[in-house]
């Protein structure tokens, strides 16, 4: 069952020097229970298509395209409406666990806001449920723990907050922005087991934004990779994995320095930098960086080819 | 998720503005150096308490003094106490504050001790006690509102310089066997010049308001030297009948204290812009 | 939490202690012999003798320091040499008109600069910003004591509302002394409601930038509801440290307005003690200001504490 199905989502910052496109015409869907994994380097625009559907983006920032949430064009939703469904339908988990808190709340009255917001609950009966919540996520001696502030916590009990936050009021769809990234290698798969048997329980769809291969193979049934803006290759996650047909996503896998390998060193093979949205060629995006890349690929959108089960947008795809 | 908005342009204006009321004030300060419609000290009581006219553009005082003359000679009063009091705030300042950051240790703390309390005491009773004790004047009032920049500048060039010594080219100076005090002159000091000229251009401002008051309190420039504080002091008994002449003065400090703020501001912007872009 | 206060407190005491002794030095290195200061051209032997006398200046300092302080301690001030009467008296009439008078001209900019700069940072680079940073602007160079000329030439010789200057007393009425400090405080509420809309514009607009900001917006908080309910209490932080040291300008500022408006209060107290040398008064009214301001600091720390539960223990 489609929960959530976006098509053409388009994302263009107004500066004073022009547009800059971040997010070039992004379409998949998501079904019920399912977890799709984002993944690129940053500045690829993955943050930026979640705060599109989250509709939090800046701004400066004009969005085109359709997201639908069982068929609702959020893009046509007015704020009030959206204001219901964040936190509700939707909910979402940052990066930064440390800062991602209001350093002046309890985090008992942070995630009983979320209830009391949408459930119309009473503040105790909101706080017996978050600590119901706490408990849910791991948080040892919940009921203790709901009176405590943020900075008395840990990175990673700061990161279960945010997610029992996140599931106050079972969202169909949960995003998560890199919610491991900040956290010690051990605590981060412990986060990863727990929000694997949260989709399985509760029955959400979740995004995953990653640039870690490794947090996505874990969890993904799909994935897709950005590349400035636009999705370079998609597919099951196995299919993608193995085929690897678009030389990016080659060239992701070509960076890993082997299983379980430290993060932030992954992409010192692919030469060159991410390019800046203004920088970017008129066809496809990683034209600058790409081993293949001929001069039809710099004038030309790439076309969308299927090998082995993952579709690709490229001239020369395959392994 | 900031991106550059309309503020990055919007904050030029200001920083043309500031710069152009400076140079215009600069300009009259030294144009009434060698003419200035009617010599300044001229009374004239046939002529007194003229309202604005064509033969006086801004009126005359008590004495008929030409407005205009006056607040042309005011202005470079009100430069000459800016720049002296902010130099030896800058001079005095900033030596101690680099030494305080270089050194370390107990003259840190003890340079830094006094600053807090220099600072935590209201600057303008304090001048206004240096002033009554050594007696008024203009001197003894730039001398005093000096006084009050040294902690503004010492603390400020002790942060700024930590932070530059913490740099990895600091490290690589030392490594080549250069010492401190080289190092401060070479490395230090040019990295953190913009941030004080920043500073010593909103304490320019600040130096003229001050001396305005102080003026005004009868503590600062003694007549016959022109200042605009001191002719505010003065309209304040004929303001009834003539209201110019408690107008026009207060609308030069205002401007002149405008201007410098605006450039400071201006400056800093052009320095540290905060609109960085960043993206995910 | 109350152990912290208690060392808060022993803190307090020190530093109070401490600025005795920076006023007392002070005076005791200024050049020149205090009575012969006081006494001016006046001054014959037989007049020096009597006052070195009356001010304990034959005793060593540690012992004049001591008995100064002592005396302190059970409210006696001394006598003014100029108007021969107890200090401690002259200081508690003049308070009744000093201290209304800065707590009005706080409270009046609070009650502008709040709004305004919460409004400019909820409007940021749109034109209510822009018009509020420009009002700031020129409240921040408009001279206070040219600014309460302007009032006077405004609401006394034009529309004759408000009297323009001197004090009735407050056995006149409440209503009479309230229009007598109505143009002083506003004339000392400007610059500083400029200056504490600016910070109070920033402070919101850094604590909007934050990622709680972000969070609460994505539990479905509207945009009016988070900066209620998340922003303005983390903005509060700078907004107070400046409000606190706003006060001991306040009280210099006060110097000044109140030689403006001939109000008889503690500004023109020290303004006319320092013109005619009466040290003691000088020396009471330097450090009654300075223990203001320290007290001011100390409440402001205890708010911090209160605002930031971060602050509150596990500090060494």
Not at chain 1, 176 to 195: H, K, M, N, R, Y
Not at chain 1, 229 to 244: C, H, P, Y
Not at chain 3, 3 to 22: H, Q, S
Request: charged share 15%; net charge positive; glycine share 8%.
């Amino acid at each position: 069952m489609t929960v959530l199905d976006v098509e053409d989502l388009r994302v263009d910052i107004r500066t004073p020097t022009g547009r800059l496109p971040i997010v070039r015409g992004v379409s998949f869907t998501l079904a019920r229970g399912t977890t799709l994994g984002l993944v690129g380097e940053s500045g690829s625009g993955k943050s930026m298509t979640a705060l599109a559907i989250m509709r939090l983006l800046p701004q400066a920032a004009d969005v085109s395209g359709a997201i639908r949430l069982h068929g609702e064009d959020l893009l046509q939703a007015d704020e009030t409406r959206m204001c219901r469904i964040r936190g509700d339908r939707i909910a979402m988990v940052f990066q930064e666990p440390m800062t991602a808190l209001n350093p002046l709340h309890r985090i008992g009255d942070q995630i009983a806001e979320t209830l009391v917001l949408h459930r119309d609950m009473a503040r105790r009966a909101a706080l017996d449920e978050a600590a119901r919540l706490l408990d849910r996520v791991g948080i040892r001696e919940a009921q203790a723990r709901l009176s405590a502030y943020p900075h008395q916590l840990s990175g990673g009990q700061r990161q279960r907050v945010m997610i029992a936050m996140a599931l106050a009021c079972r969202p169909d769809v949960l995003i998560a922005d890199e919610p491991t990234s900040a956290l010690d290698v051990t605590v981060q798969a412990q986060v990863i087991d727990l929000l694997r048997s949260l989709v399985d329980e509760f029955g959400m769809a979740l995004i995953l934004i990653s640039h870690d291969l490794g947090v996505i193979g874990r969890l993904a049934d799909r994935v897709m990779v950005m590349y400035g803006g636009a999705i370079m290759e998609q597919g099951s996650t196995k299919a993608v994995f193995t085929t690897r047909a678009h030389p990016y996503t080659q060239g992701l896998f070509a960076a890993l320095p082997g299983r379980g390998a430290r993060k932030g060193r992954r992409l010192a093979a692919i030469p060159g930098t991410v390019p800046a949205p203004d920088a970017l060629p008129a066809g496809c995006p990683f034209y600058g960086r790409c081993p293949r890349g001929q001069d039809v690929c710099r004038d030309n959108p790439p076309p969308v080819v299927e090998i082995g089960g993952s579709r690709a947008a490229c001239f020369f795809p395959g392994p | 998720m900031k991106f550059p908005r309309a503020a990055a342009i919007m904050q030029r204006p200001a920083l043309a503005a500031g710069a152009t009321i400076t140079l215009l004030l600069a300009m009259v300060a030294l144009v009434s150096l060698v003419w200035t419609p009617y010599p300044y000290t001229d009374m004239n009581i046939a002529m007194r308490l003229q309202p604005p006219s064509a033969r006086h553009w801004l009126g005359t005082d008590q004495f008929g003094r030409d407005i205009l003359s006056m607040l042309m000679a005011g202005s470079r009063n009100s430069f000459a106490v800016g720049f002296v009091a902010v130099g030896i705030g800058l001079g005095i300042g900033v030596a101690l504050g680099t030494t305080a950051a270089v050194r370390g240790g107990i003259v840190d703390d003890v340079v830094m001790r006094l600053a807090d309390f220099t600072f935590a005491f209201p600057a303008v009773l304090s001048a206004i006690m240096i002033t009554a004790w050594l007696g008024p004047g203009a001197v003894n009032a730039i001398i005093a509102i000096g006084i009050f920049n040294i902690p503004v500048f010492a603390r400020l060039s002790r942060g700024s310089a930590l932070q530059v010594l913490s740099r990895d080219f600091i490290l690589a100076a030392r490594a080549a066997g250069k010492g401190m005090a080289r190092i401060t002159v070479e490395h230090v000091l040019p990295n953190i010049a913009g941030i004080l000229v920043v500073q010593a251009t909103i304490q320019f401002a600040l130096a003229i308001l001050a001396e305005a008051g102080l003026a005004y309190l009868g503590l600062g420039t003694q007549p016959p030297n022109p200042s605009w504080g001191r002719m505010l002091n003065e309209a304040q008994t004929f303001m009834h009948r003539s209201p110019w002449l408690a107008i026009f003065p207060g609308a030069a400090i205002a401007l002149a204290v405008l201007g410098f703020n605006l450039l400071g501001d201006g400056l800093r912007d052009l320095i540290d812009p905060k609109l960085r872009r960043a993206r995910s | 939490m109350l152990a912290l206060l208690v060392r808060r407190v022993i803190g307090l005491v020190l530093t109070l202690l401490a600025a005795a002794v920076v006023v007392f030095v002070v005076m005791e290195v200024l050049p020149g012999d205090p009575a012969a200061v006081m006494l001016g051209v006046q001054a014959t032997p037989e007049t020096l003798a009597a006052l070195r006398t009356e001010l304990g200046l034959d005793r060593p300092a540690p012992v004049r320091f001591a008995t100064w302080i002592i005396d302190l301690l059970q409210g006696d001030l001394g006598i003014s040499y100029t108007y021969r009467v107890p200090v401690a008296g002259l200081i508690a009439e003049r308070l009744t008109i000093t201290v209304p008078l800065a707590l009005l001209s706080i409270a009046l900019s609070t009650a502008i600069a709040l709004p305004l700069g919460i409004l400019a940072a909820a409007r940021h680079d749109r034109p209510a910003d822009a018009g509020i940073m420009v009002f700031s602007q020129i409240g921040v160079a408009v001279p206070n004591f040219w600014f309460a000329l302007l009032l006077v030439l405004l609401f006394s010789v034009t529309l004759g509302w408000l009297p323009s200057g001197g004090f009735p007393g407050w056995q006149a009425g409440i209503g009479a002394a309230f229009a007598a400090l109505a143009l002083p405080a506003i004339s000392l509420a400007l610059p500083q409601a400029a200056i504490l809309a600016r910070v109070t514009r920033s402070a919101v607009l850094d604590a909007l930038g934050e990622d709680y900001v972000r969070t609460a917006r994505a539990k479905g908080l509207t945009r009016a509801a988070t900066l209620r309910r998340h922003v303005l209490r983390n903005a509060l932080i700078p907004v107070v440290t400046i409000m606190g040291l706003q006060f001991s300008f306040l009280l210099a500022g006060a110097i000044i307005i109140e030689n403006v408006f001939y109000l008889p209060g503690l500004g023109r107290l020290v303004f006319q003690a320092i013109a005619q040398r009466d040290l003691i008064v000088v020396r009471d009214i330097v450090l009654l200001l300075a223990a203001m301001v320290i007290f001011i600091n100390f409440a402001v720390d205890v708010l911090y504490t209160l605002i930031d539960p971060r602050l509150r223990g596990q500090r060494t």
